[in-house]
């Protein structure tokens, strides 16, 4: 085997554990989907935690454009379920700083 195709091996194997992990991520992702019912109506509390547990979802690493909607949608109507503008403040405030918690494909 020469050089070539050692580099040629490589980029295949990375390729091939990059998509393992991208659906691992997305299993992930609608595990927590599915562990929100958009039937159920939620109170402030458990409506705020369900809205950043979706949040810690990065929808750029989603390839199935139905379960970012779904994603979206959820977030949407949690959003609502939050009664008083202070709440839905405190909520928009404490997102911004889970975006550093945010799982990534390595994780996976």
Do not use: C
């Not at 195709?5 to 659906?23: E, G, P, V």
């Not at 509390?45 to 379960?67: H, Q, R, T, V, W």
């Not at 977030?75 to 609502?80: K, P, V």
């Not at 839905?88 to 997102?95: D, G, P, Q, T, W």
């Amino acid at each position: 085997m020469d050089l070539d195709d050692a580099i040629i091996k490589a980029q295949k194997t990375i390729q091939i554990i990059k998509n393992r992990q991208s659906l691992k991520y997305n299993l992930w992702a609608e595990k927590i989907v599915r562990s929100v019912d958009i039937n159920k109506k939620y109170d402030a509390d458990e409506a705020s935690y369900l809205y950043k547990k979706l949040g810690l979802i990065d929808l750029n690493l989603i390839f199935e454009p139905s379960l970012a909607r779904a994603i979206t949608e959820r977030m949407y109507i949690l959003y609502d379920q939050i009664k008083t503008e202070q709440q839905k403040a405190r909520v928009r405030y404490e997102s911004i700083f889970l975006l550093d918690e945010r799982k990534g494909l390595n994780d996976f």
